[in-house]
């Protein structure tokens, strides 16, 4: 059984930085790849950025060159390092794995509020 747990999401002055963290369960972590998503009310569930298992990042258009994306595969873990953040990225952020057989699993979502 595969578990996602996503911490670090809080509230933040526009021009601030957080750092996402996500927990990854399992041992095929090293063989997956990542994503963190985003979501407000009535909208749809957003690619923010991913990560293949071999390292390659992307970014959606709207936050390229202010957040970075990375992992730990020895600690199972990745992050999401925003900075520069602006009120239009409140949102709750979900870490998600996909395998190589085509399974996904989403984390419980964490709140990422900036003010203005």
């Known amino acids: 059984q595969v578990q996602l747990v996503e911490s670090g999401g809080g509230l933040v002055q526009a021009g601030g930085s957080l750092r996402l963290s996500c927990a990854a369960s399992?041992?095929?972590?090293?063989?997956?790849?990542m994503g963190w998503y985003r979501q407000t009310p009535g909208k749809q569930r957003e690619l923010v950025a991913g990560i293949t298992r071999g390292g390659s990042t992307n970014y959606a258009d709207s936050v390229k060159d202010r957040f970075t994306m990375s992992r730990d595969n020895a600690k199972n873990m990745v992050y999401l390092r925003m900075n520069d953040l602006k009120p239009e990225d409140t949102a709750v952020y979900y870490c998600?794995?996909?395998?190589?057989?085509?399974?996904?699993?989403w984390g419980q979502g964490t709140q990422v509020t900036v003010s203005s």
């Open positions: 399992g041992s095929i972590f090293s063989f997956v790849d």
């Open positions: 998600r794995m996909a395998t190589i057989l085509g399974h996904e699993y």
